[in-house]
């Protein structure tokens, strides 16, 4: 089983970032599940969301707690929130900056990986919703969801010109962290 | 339920747990669905209201001011000969009480979906069964869903079984856990629902051609055999709902005829069987698969249903256990646990009486872990009679240094 845990602010849309990782990875044939920590959702405020994929139908309904993926939308969060805590050694956390990896302030045995997403949202949709780029970035830095599943939910989930331009920005984020 | 079940299929769709079970809702083509929002159901009515506007489901949809007027709109339509849905949690429920004790006198089958929360206070809007378990008195079937194809599912029964007994149901899942999870579900199409649910045809309606009066007022010459039909109603209901699952497996094929749907067990002859309602045997069945690698032989008997009680079921699945855990997210103040103890009472007069040990957990949405589910296993492995009050209940994830005034 994989698991992800999103470390976002509240109106970044970790939800629905986790919604569209769990319906691509059902695009590609596995069991997919994806919950926010439930919570009273306030604009800016520290949020999670979670994502499982696996071979099996998914039963686990507790939080994850030791993820081998992590995505960090915000780095300010950084300051306040222990994003790697529980991540696998061998593990992955993602973080949307515009710093390089050896400059971001985690400390982990994992790898660390960063995509300027937010200015990748800027160029495509001209708003600072970096979401779908940071879809695209996980998959190009896992490789456990390819481009084809990625650009079908996106479609189905914003059709016309708003989809076309996160499909863009998913794939500019895909090439730039699996390049 | 086997754990490992076939790959998804194209069939199923990722999508919130409340969205789909609006959209199984639909399927049954209800003639009425009754609205007051209430997190975390909310997003059940919304999406129904989306559905009506957008034209895909063609039911009167009222907006009422409270969720008292919510149930008693439904009472109306139902009465009136209409297939009538609402949903609602926690406090929304509560309200909802005094309506729902006279639809089951009134011998209505409203079916309402239940996104399970807390009471207050203090005011919580997370998990637990408190809810459900306060309207267990009312004469309304009750089920438990562990996942969101079940939410789905038990709504469509409970239309089936509630318009053959004339009673209401009450359909439900987890708030939050199930209401706001993205998984894969199947979703019937209005076309295999009509197969298995045919139209309401009920025995009397108001109807203003023909006047009569429901339920207004019964001497004490009366009453009791009003109540006493709501009884053999209830417990006529089990075969109803044996066929209901058994009809349900033919058209969709989906297996829920295990022990009648009355329970679902997972390696259900362990030597020790954990007993748990709703989302949380999910988490349950991964602890177990663990324990067992590791030569613990241990199980799970979910009731499926809880109104009627699972009687003779729960004494053929549990009665050769050596121990039993109740694991439950609910409790009556000034005893145990409603489970525990019904449990305990259901087999009271069985062949035999495992030790039962019961474990108050996930209150109001806590998290439950699987390190802690194994703990209340291997508790429920030490588990021996005769124990004395305080040692046949716990609260595990008590956070002492709360009670003792620490600030954390």
């Known amino acids: ?179 | 339920m086997a754990k490992a079940e076939q790959n998804p299929s194209d069939e199923q769709e990722v999508m919130k747990g409340t969205s789909a079970v609006a959209k199984g809702v639909m399927a049954a083509d209800p003639d009425v669905v009754s609205a007051y929002p209430i997190t975390p159901q909310t997003g059940v009515v919304e999406k129904l209201s989306e559905l009506v506007a957008d034209g895909q489901l063609d039911s009167e949809f009222i907006k009422v001011d409270s969720e008292f007027n919510a149930a008693s709109t439904c009472i109306g339509a139902s009465a009136a000969g209409a297939r009538a849905f609402s949903a609602t949690s926690s406090q929304g429920l509560k309200l909802m009480s005094e309506p729902l004790f006279t639809a089951a006198g009134m011998r209505l089958p409203i079916v309402m979906a239940v996104a399970n929360r807390s009471l207050s206070a203090p005011l919580s809007i997370w998990a637990d069964h408190t809810d459900a378990f306060a309207e267990r008195d009312g004469g309304m079937l009750q089920f438990h869903a562990e996942d969101v194809q079940e939410a789905i599912d038990h709504v469509l029964m409970g239309f089936r079984v509630a318009e053959q007994v004339n009673l209401p149901v009450l359909s439900n899942f987890d708030g939050f856990i199930l209401t706001h999870v993205q998984e894969p579900a199947d979703i019937p199409t209005e076309e295999e629902v009509n197969e298995f649910l045919p139209p309401r045809d009920p025995e009397f309606t108001l109807d203003p051609s023909d006047p009569k009066t429901m339920g207004a007022f019964a001497r004490p010459e009366h009453w009791t055999e009003t109540r006493y039909a709501i009884q053999e109603a209830m417990m006529e209901s089990k075969d109803v709902w044996a066929q209901t699952v058994q009809e349900f497996k033919e058209v969709f094929g989906r297996d829920y005829t295990e022990y009648n749907g009355m329970l679902d067990t997972y390696h259900g002859d362990a030597d020790y069987r954990l007993v748990a309602l709703g989302s949380i045997c999910g988490t349950i069945r991964g602890v177990i698969d663990e324990y067992r690698e590791q030569g613990v032989d241990v199980g799970l008997v979910r009731p499926r249903v809880h109104r009627p009680f699972p009687t003779e079921e729960l004494r053929e699945a549990l009665g050769d256990a050596e121990a039993v855990g109740v694991l439950t997210k609910e409790m009556s103040p000034g005893y145990e646990s409603a489970l525990a103890g019904e449990i305990k009472g259901t087999l009271y007069h069985a062949e035999n009486q495992p030790p039962i040990k019961s474990f108050v957990i996930g209150m109001a949405g806590r998290d439950v872990n699987a390190p802690e589910i194994g703990t209340m296993i291997e508790e429920t492995m030490e588990a021996s009679a005769p124990m004395t009050f305080e040692e046949q209940e716990s609260w595990p994830q008590l956070r002492e240094k709360l009670l003792n005034g620490g600030d954390q």
């Open chain 1, 1 to 179: 089983m994989d698991e992800i845990r999103i470390h976002g602010r509240g109106g970044q849309g970790s939800v629905t970032l986790a919604q569209l990782l769990a319906q691509a990875a059902h695009e590609e044939g596995t069991w997919a599940q994806a919950f926010p920590a439930f919570g009273v959702e306030r604009r800016g405020a520290p949020v999670e969301a979670f994502a499982r994929f696996d071979e099996e139908k998914i039963t686990d309904r507790s939080q994850v707690d030791e993820p081998d993926y992590v995505i960090v939308q915000d780095t300010s969060l950084l300051e306040y929130v222990d994003v790697t805590e529980g991540l696998a050694d061998d593990g992955l956390v993602l973080v949307n900056t515009s710093a390089d990896p050896e400059d971001v302030d985690i400390e982990t045995d994992a790898e660390v990986a960063t995509v300027d997403a937010t200015e990748i949202a800027l160029e495509h949709l001209g708003k600072p919703i970096m979401n779908t780029a940071l879809l695209g970035a996980f998959a190009g830095g896992t490789g456990l969801l390819s481009q084809d599943s990625l650009e079908a939910v996106i479609t189905q989930k914003f059709g016309g010109e708003i989809g076309e331009q996160n499909v863009a920005a998913t794939n500019d984020a895909f090439t730039e962290v699996s390049a």
